[in-house]
């Protein structure tokens, strides 16, 4: 997913297959201590863990499959935009010790959901010939 970021938007529309290999490679290793992190300072309760677990996967994806292949008018980049949103918004909601008393859940289904409609209106739709496959009403 890394290498997608960085050649879809406006970082580096062009970059070489070595170039994708090794922002692959750095994502690799950043996203191999997050795991270490928790093993070297290890929680009390493995069910906080994968609450926390279900309601970042939960804003990172619902919104991207729910609108994501309903909707003709959302896009990619809104996509990215919305997971990044809906995991930012848990981790935030979880940071600030749940405010008003909902669970981070509520607040990163929410963001995702809107950043995904609002971009989606932003950024330039996907081609009609790319849609064909998934909705037979284009002709």
């Not at 994968?50 to 980049?77: P, Y």
Request: charged share 15%; net charge positive.
């Amino acid at each position: 997913m890394c290498p997608y970021i960085y050649t879809s938007s406006t970082i580096n529309r062009q970059a070489t297959d070595k170039q994708k290999m090794f922002i692959h490679k750095i994502a690799i290793v950043v996203l191999s201590l997050i795991p270490l992190g928790f093993a070297l300072k290890p929680f009390d309760m493995v069910q906080f863990i994968v609450l926390v677990q279900a309601s970042m996967v939960a804003s990172f994806f619902f919104a991207t499959v729910v609108i994501g292949l309903n909707w003709k008018r959302a896009t990619g980049t809104a996509a990215l935009w919305s997971m990044a949103g809906g995991v930012i918004t848990v981790v935030m909601w979880f940071i600030l010790d749940k405010p008003f008393g909902l669970n981070e859940v509520i607040p990163g289904v929410l963001v995702s959901t809107i950043l995904m409609i609002v971009i989606s209106f932003f950024t330039k739709p996907v081609p009609e010939d790319s849609l064909r496959p998934f909705f037979d009403d284009i002709k």
